[in-house]
């Protein structure tokens, strides 16, 4: 048994897909599929039950999985320490980071990080929270930049800094004549919201206590990205809560859409690094912590 064998099961029973398991271990579907039967064949036992569009662990591919899981974490720990006997910032470091964050901080956060730790590429990751969780916890990756609460077993988090909360109007929307929104104000029935999964889009849920009543977010659209709701808004398909770094980053001459903030107390988030309490490269993460903070992206706040 190899750790490459155990990779591939573990990719599948997250992605119960062969295709898209094989994609992101980076060989062929029929490469992963082969491995994959001829270990079934190896342990005598059937790890994943296979039906028409879907598939899914048999119970003792449950329990053979998590064990796996455990394998290629410690597998992991070994070269972390076998780079810890070397310069701790020479050598790649494994980042993720949410979708709501990652176009707003990573221009600012790479040239600083590369300032004080040259030798220390970043190899990014960009996906939603509980998918970086699960990839830290692992070992996939060194750390993750999420949105708080992040409260994960074997996980440490250092807060980098606030951002606050702002509203996408169309140009000629009547709340566009006001210089400040109240959180009451947000139709649900004129809301732009990210989809299931983004946890940006509870956030919002949480800000906005209207939405949290009983069918009032399913009145709202979806939108794909931040991006696709601001062109979304600009058309004047309705209104959206976005974070201020996403909407410093858009035309400032822009004659179909308007940006205003919150009335106090504004609804805010606050941005975390986390890492792993064994991570064996410390001086890593406060050179990473250091540079996010010194390149926080425009339209955030420092601690209080």
């Known amino acids: 048994?190899?750790?490459?064998?155990?990779?591939?099961?573990?990719?599948?029973?997250?992605?119960?897909?062969?295709?898209?398991?094989?994609?992101?271990?980076?060989?062929?579907?029929?490469?992963?599929?082969?491995?994959?039967?001829?270990?079934?064949?190896?342990?005598?036992?059937?790890?994943?039950?296979?039906?028409?569009?879907?598939i899914r662990l048999t119970p003792v591919g449950e329990r053979i999985c998590a064990q796996a899981e455990r394998v290629l974490a410690e597998a992991a720990r070994v070269e972390e320490l076998a780079q810890i006997?070397?310069?701790?910032?020479?050598?790649?470091?494994?980042?993720?980071?949410?979708?709501?964050?990652?176009p707003y901080l990573?221009?600012?956060?790479?040239?600083a990080l590369h300032g004080l730790a040259p030798h220390m590429p970043l190899y990014l990751q960009e996906n939603f929270t509980h998918r970086l969780?699960?990839?830290?916890?692992?070992g996939e990756l060194d750390a993750?930049?999420?949105?708080?609460?992040?409260?994960?077993?074997g996980?440490?988090?250092?807060?980098?800094?606030?951002?606050?909360?702002?509203?996408?109007?169309?140009?000629?929307?009547?709340?566009?004549a006001q210089s400040e929104i109240g959180k009451e104000e947000i139709d649900p029935g004129q809301l732009l919201i990210l989809g299931q999964g983004n946890c940006f889009r509870d956030q919002v849920v949480s800000a906005c206590p209207q939405l949290a009543a009983p069918g009032k977010i399913e009145q709202a659209m979806e939108g794909s990205s931040l991006e696709t709701m601001r062109h979304m808004v600009a058309s004047g398909a309705g209104i959206a809560v976005v974070p201020a770094s996403a909407c410093a980053s858009w035309p400032k001459d822009d004659p179909l859409l308007v940006v205003r903030p919150f009335k106090d107390p504004a609804p805010s988030r606050r941005v975390v690094l986390a890492w792993r309490v064994t991570f064996p490269r410390p001086q890593a993460m406060d050179v990473l912590y250091q540079a996010a903070c010194q390149s926080p992206p425009v339209g955030t706040l420092p601690l209080q």
Not at 24 to 48: D, G, I, N, W, Y
Not at 133 to 138: D, G, Q, R, T, Y
Not at 144 to 153: D, R
């Open 144 to 153: 993750a930049i999420v949105a708080a609460p992040f409260e994960e077993p």
């Open 155 to 176: 996980i440490v988090t250092r807060n980098l800094y606030d951002e606050p909360f702002r509203v996408a109007l169309p140009a000629r929307h009547p709340l566009a």
């Open 85 to 102: 006997g070397k310069d701790p910032l020479v050598g790649p470091l494994r980042l993720g980071v949410i979708y709501t964050i990652a």
């Open 106 to 111: 990573l221009p600012r956060l790479i040239p």
């Open 133 to 138: 969780a699960e990839s830290l916890k692992n």
């Open 1 to 54: 048994m190899t750790l490459t064998e155990l990779r591939y099961i573990v990719a599948l029973a997250r992605e119960r897909h062969f295709g898209r398991a094989a994609e992101r271990c980076h060989v062929s579907q029929p490469t992963l599929s082969v491995a994959v039967k001829k270990l079934e064949e190896r342990l005598e036992v059937m790890l994943f039950e296979r039906t028409p569009g879907d």
